[in-house]
Every structure is written in C-alpha cells, then in structure tokens.
C-alpha cells in the first residue's frame, strides 16, 4: 500500500492538533513523522491507512481497537504515551454525555445485567488474575506506605488501612458489598476478630473465596454469598465495599444509599473505596465496552451523595490516586512476564487490550483524569467516632 | 398573672410532642410540669403567659427571645438542654426553606453586606474576645490531640494540623482568605517559614494582627491586608482559608472557586476549614439573626462544588464535628468565668444571648447537626501531592 500525500496531511494535523508530542509515528512503508530524534517517548507503528483514519475519525475507540488488532503497534513507554495523549486530548464533552447515555441503556447495572457484567470481567478465570496480582488476590487499589514497598506488602497495608480507619473491634459484625476474592473478609475476621458476612455475584470468586476460608480454618466466621448488594439483610457494626461502587453505576445509588442505611446500627461506621474522577465523565469508552461493561466512576460529590438522604456523614475521606498507578505497574510488570502464556490461553488480540487497559489506567490515576476515593462516614447522630485518625497511623 | 386551662393544655401539648423530655417546666406562679424528680436534665422557669406561647408559635425564635430576654430562665445544663432539643425537633424543611431564601435575601453577602455583617460579630471590640479565647485569639475550631488537652495546647495542635496538611515548606508564597486575628498566618511565617500574605474585611482584627505582626518581628514576612477575598491577586504555593467559608454564602461559592483557581500555582495546594452539615439547612435563625447575618453552613457537597469546575480534586477531608463541641465548652466556661464584666460593659440581655450562641453550638456539634469539615485540595493535573497522610502524624 503506497502512502499518499492525504496520508501524510492526516497524520501532521493529528500531530499538531495534540501540540507535536514527543513520539514518533511510522507509516505502513516506513516511512516517519513527528519526533524522530532520541528525544521520542515511544514510536507508534501505523499498518494501514484504515486505522491512520481509524484514529482521527474514532478518537475514542480507535486507538484501542487499533492496538487489540495488532494494527496499530507501540515501541517504548505505553503508560507514558498514553498519559500524554489522555493530558493533551482536546475537550469532548458531548461525546461523553453521548457516551454515559447510552451506557446506561445498553448496558444497564439491573440485579441480571450486573451478573452478565461482573461475569465479563470477573469470571476470566481466577488462574488468569493470579498471574499478575498479589498472593491475597487484591484486585484494588494497593497503599503503599512507601512506594518501594512491594506488591505484597502494599495490599496487606491497604487491608490494615481500611481496618483501621473503620476502627474494628474483635466481636464486631461486618458486612461487605463485593468481597472479590474474599481477602478483606478473610483479614477481617483473622487480624481483627470480626464476624463477617461478604457479597458477591461472581460465582467464580466466589467459590475461591470459600476455599480459602477453609483454608485458614475461617468457615465459621466469615460467610460468602453469592448474592446481589440489593439483597443484603440484617443489621452490622460495619458496612465496608471496596472497588465494587465502579460497577454500580448511578442510577442505583439511592438503592445503594437505602441498603447501607438499613444495614446499619446506630453506631455503625461505614466505608466505601472507588475510582473516581474530579469531575462527572463516563468511562472512557472503549474500556467500558472491551474491559468493563456498565462500569462508571464517580465524582465525589455523587459519592457523597449516596449518603445525605439517609443523615450521613463523611468522617474522613482520602484520595490514593498515586497509589493506583503505582498498583497498576507493579500488575503490569508482572502481566508482561506472563505474556507467552496468555497468548497461548486468550490470544494475542486479549493480551494487547489487556495490556492497553492496564497501560491506560497507570496514564489515567498518573494524569489525574482518574481519581482513587477511600471514603468513611457514620450516622450524624453518633458519637461513637474516632476522635483523631492518629490511630489509623499507629500514634495514639 | 393566674395560671390558666389552655396554658397547662398547651404546656402538656408541647412536652408530649417533644416526647416528654427529662426537663422540668415551672410557671410563672410556681406550678411545675414534666419530668420533676431528681432525673431532670434542666428547670426551664417560664415568666408569662406570653413566653408560654411565643415558644409554639415561633419554634425557631421563640426560645432564643425569650432566654435573651430573661423571661425564659434555665437552671442546669443548658448544652445539654439544647442538644436533647435538637435531636428531639420535628422536621421543618418548609420553614428551613424560607428562613434560607429570606436569609440570602435580605442579608446578601455582597462586597458591602460582607462588611456590614463581618463588623456586627467581630467588631464587638478585641477585648471581649481576649477574655474567652485562648491566647492566640483563635476563634474556629480547635483540634485536640486528646480530650483532655488545654485549650492553648488544641489551638497550637489545630495550626500546626493544617500546616502539615498542606505540607508547607520555607520559602513558599501563602495567601490566607479570613485571616481573624492573624494567629494562622503568623505561625505558618514564624514556624514554617514561609511569606504569607493574609486579608479580613474586619478592621478591629486587622490593627489587632498587625501589632503582633509587629511585635514578632514578623512585618517582613506576613502582610494583613484589609480587603475582601474576591479582590485577592498574586499567585501563590498554598491557599488556606479556616472559619471564612461560613460567611461567603452559597450564591458566592462559584466567585470563591474563580478566585481560588486564579491565585494557585500550578503545584499549589489550597484548604478549607468550615462549619458545614449532614444535609442542606440554614443556620439556626436566631443565631443568624443575632449572632452571624449571611452566614450559611455548606454541606460538604456544597463544599466540593466549589471545585469541580476549576479542575481541582480533593487530597483528604476530615470531619472535627466533636472538637468543635470541646472547643465552645472551654470558651463557655472562660465566659462565664467573666460575666459580671461583660454584664456591665455589654448588659445582661447580651450575655445571655452570647451564653445561648456558645450552649446552642456545643448542642449543634454534639448532637451532629452541625459538622467541621476540613478540606485539603489541589489541581487534578498536579503530581506534586503528599504520598500519605502520615506525616500529618509525625510518621515518616
């Protein structure tokens, strides 16, 4: 395929439309644009002329489906490129409003449509997501109390982390909206002598779960249900969700904010943990189609809004956005050790979009365009809260 | 004035209607009614008809009128009192409503009504403050290491708390919006070494802030400025602001936001102090008629509103709800420790209606219908933000 002056004009509008960044771009006969010189933070390899428009005409979706496909190849620092594109992309507003509507009504988070998303992305298999994440099977966000710290050591901190911030006491009764894997339930009960009942629809995680509390000789004081949030009954001293609000979606939080409320005692203290962003913007397209369908990150202000009609009130609330990038690399660079593997189990179409959502979420929490909430609240007519959040840090 | 039928019908109406409180009622003539045994909270002495009925018809004003008055006498635990009063209220949002709209109203918080309204509170003469607060003359909420710590010791706690929030380091620019009598700006200059620049619409507490300004040696490196904070210019490292939002009012919170995107670098960190609340109500009438015209207390949505358009995300958020409650009960007993002073020079009237404020207060942040929200916040784009909140705590 010869390469026509049309060609070279697209890519040297696309090039100054994003302010020259610093990459390079080589077309489908070798020929090169942009920075050449040592200076280039990676080098995009172009096969053909569809997907040079491909990325011009779909600015949402065509880079992505570009790299699954193999057509679109990178040479250099993934995160790093995609980080500059995400900061150097021009507004889209009405893409995204297009893009949220209709997120909500192709894909909605019903009590069944929940079950067909989470078994998208959750029931891949637990062998595969034991490739890359650590021993406990964490897959959120990791607190790393230095960013030496290892993997390992970063997700038993988170665990520690939301203990401690919901100040849990041996005896108390726990409940937790979308327990993954079953690591917080199974530390819980283990490090801090809670009773502990955990929720989740994937029946995958699910069944690892139980095995691992056998395991640990826990059977009798953490429960697994495989169940719906909406259905949790019962009164706790604690509700606790990490990472499951992304796959809630906004629509339902009254629903959500309606259960925490009626699970909880009057002294009960409340925690929710999820990506967020600093303003209201769906997800980024081509990762709520290919990685997480009806997923949606909220600002914290929707957050927060979870909890008003009910007389809540935020105690404490974090941002460990640094820490999620820093999460992400460590998955990535264990996920790239296991690529031939992956390769030869999903292909190598699921490998490169794998690769691109990780990639992408270590640009999106480094750029800010996503943002990591760790949120603790009570009912405003308790006075059953922590005095200081010295505690949380080991000073008394 | 005899004790009539329709007085003692009403009387039994209104503690049925409270839920039969363990409070004692005593009219005019000597008959009591309520909870008389040893287990009341508190005696409320009624001294006329009038009185009787004021507090039915004007829930809102009718107590505090009458406390400040005289002709509603209380013996015991007036905080108490009033937070039992407080948990106990029926609902009223019609009411909140239209005491909310009248407030922005008649009272808006333009660059003349600021003036005006900042003038009745805090230009009430320095030495009548001197004579309740600690002294640094640090009139918001102070953060106590431990309950038991001095009044001097949480107010020393609290600077040194934001400071640290926002990492300050020597040599950075700060500009300080609602400085009261300067004790933040002079500890961030002397103790972090840093220029702080620091403005107040109150005369009284300007001249008061200089002198120590001058007396510190500190002239160089902390310039109080008396102007509004919508005429703030420069850029700066850090924005701090503690105990101003309360007065901006909600219809300037957008005027804020400009003005806080405006002024920071784009490395900068910028902080909220405020009173707020659980959901959307206005200040107690009374008190924003007598105590604090134009003030309004946000929720912390409305907090978080303020950045949203100006690409700015929340760091960390920390609610101090009972610090505050600590806070007014050590001012309360320094009052009352010199009220035969402040009844001479201001009258009894006065005092009264300065006892009801500090004793309603404490109730509010007791019974958790006021809140104290802290907000550190910076620039999404900006990496440039602490790894973790340990340092806050002295950890490494």
Chains 1, 2 share one sequence.
């Not at 894997?181 to 530390?187: C, N, P, V």
């Not at 460990?320 to 790239?336: C, D, I, K, P, Q």
């Not at 990639?359 to 800010?368: E, L, N, P, T, V």
Request: with cysteine; charged share 25%; net charge positive.
């Amino acid at each position: 395929m010869t390469v026509r002056a049309s060609d070279r004009w697209l890519l040297r509008r696309l090039l100054a439309v994003r302010g020259h960044p610093p990459i390079e771009f080589a077309l489908w006969n070798g020929e090169t644009f942009g920075s050449s010189t040592g200076g280039a933070l990676a080098r995009l390899v172009v096969e053909d002329r569809a997907t040079l428009w491909s990325l011009v005409l779909q600015p949402e979706h065509g880079f992505g489906d570009a790299y699954a496909a193999g057509r679109l190849r990178v040479e250099g620092d993934l995160p790093r490129l995609l980080e500059l594109a995400f900061r150097s992309a021009p507004g889209r507003s009405w893409e995204w409003t297009v893009a949220q509507l209709a997120t909500r009504m192709l894909r909605p988070n019903t009590r069944r449509g929940s079950r067909s998303h989470i078994q998208h992305h959750y029931d891949l298999g637990s062998d595969f997501y034991a490739r890359w994440l650590d021993e406990r099977m964490v897959y959120t966000c990791a607190y790393f109390p230095t960013p030496e710290a290892s993997l390992e050591e970063a997700q038993l901190a988170k665990l520690d982390h939301v203990c401690r911030k919901l100040r849990l006491r041996p005896g108390e009764r726990v409940v937790e909206a979308g327990c993954g894997w079953g690591s917080l339930a199974l530390h819980m009960a283990s490090q801090y002598g809670c009773r502990v009942r955990a929720f989740n629809i994937s029946s995958e995680q699910i069944v690892w779960a139980r095995e691992r509390a056998k395991g640990l000789g826990l059977v009798g004081r953490v429960e697994f249900v495989e169940d719906d949030y909406r259905n949790l009954r019962g009164r706790y001293d604690a509700f606790v969700s990490v990472g499951m609000l992304e796959h809630v979606g906004p629509t339902h939080y009254k629903v959500l904010g309606r259960v925490i409320d009626a699970c909880l005692e009057p002294h009960g203290r409340a925690f929710l943990h999820s990506i967020g962003r600093a303003q209201p913007a769906p997800l980024n397209p081509w990762i709520e189609k290919n990685i997480f369908p009806g997923a949606y990150t909220p600002t914290f202000r929707e957050m927060v809004k979870i909890l008003e009609p009910h007389g809540l009130a935020v105690l404490d609330a974090e941002n460990l956005r640094l820490h999620y990038a820093r999460t992400l690399e460590h998955w990535l660079l264990r996920f790239e050790g296991h690529v031939p593997e992956l390769e030869e189990q999903f292909g190598e179409r699921f490998v490169r979009m794998w690769r691109l959502y990780l990639a992408g979420s270590i640009a999106g929490f480094r750029g800010g365009s996503l943002q990591l909430f760790q949120l603790l609240f009570s009912r405003t007519s308790s006075n059953e809260i922590p005095w200081t959040r010295a505690g949380v840090y080991g000073v008394s």
